[in-house]
């Protein structure tokens, strides 16, 4: 009658807190962009600790011939290499440019999704996240390794530690 069996849902919100979060692929999405470039929409979800099923989204513009390609694929080099690809895996699955001569902008993005989503749709990747400060301001991300993940468990605060007795001027003095 009722399904209140909440073990399987996932949230559309992404986490409250700023943090390097391990996240699933869960999908990518081509589109072109209000200003006409080639983008893939990544969709994950966080899949450990408080936020787990909390979902965070990101896009990265295909690099096209010109001046920020290098910068572009940089950005798409990290994002392969929180998903766990070696750089040599990269430059060997994505050796030759989506779309050809007699295909739309619309058809080579769609092409790129497809290739992008073979690879990677269900793989843990890790993301920096932290939410936009203000209204109207978008979230910080950034595509990291695992290796930052574990940094950051490591310099969290530690939970602070209980007096020993009544009287905090003795309990320094006791250290």
Do not use: H
């Not at 209140?4 to 986490?15: E, G, K, M, Q």
């Not at 989204?57 to 994002?79: Q, V």
């Not at 050809?100 to 793989?123: F, N, P, Q, R």
């Amino acid at each position: 009658m009722f399904d209140f069996d909440f073990t399987d849902y996932t949230s559309n919100r992404a986490p409250s807190k700023a943090g390097v979060y391990a996240v699933e692929i869960v999908s990518v999405e081509g589109r072109i962009t209000g200003n006409g470039n080639g983008r893939i929409d990544i969709r994950t979800k966080v899949t450990e600790g408080e936020f787990a099923g909390a979902a965070i989204r990101d896009g990265i513009n295909l690099p096209t011939p010109g001046g920020n390609a290098n910068k572009l694929k940089s950005i798409w080099t990290s994002f392969f290499s929180s998903c766990g690809l070696s750089l040599a895996d990269v430059k060997a699955t994505f050796s030759r440019p989506f779309g050809g001569k007699g295909d739309s902008k619309e058809e080579a993005v769609k092409i790129a999704e497809e290739a992008i989503a073979d690879v990677v749709v269900g793989l843990k990747a890790y993301m920096s996240y932290a939410p936009a400060l203000e209204e109207g301001e978008y979230p910080t991300r950034r595509w990291v390794r695992p290796e930052a993940k574990a940094a950051s468990e490591k310099s969290k605060p530690k939970a602070a530690k209980k007096a020993k007795s009544e009287d905090p001027l003795q309990d320094i003095m006791d250290f």
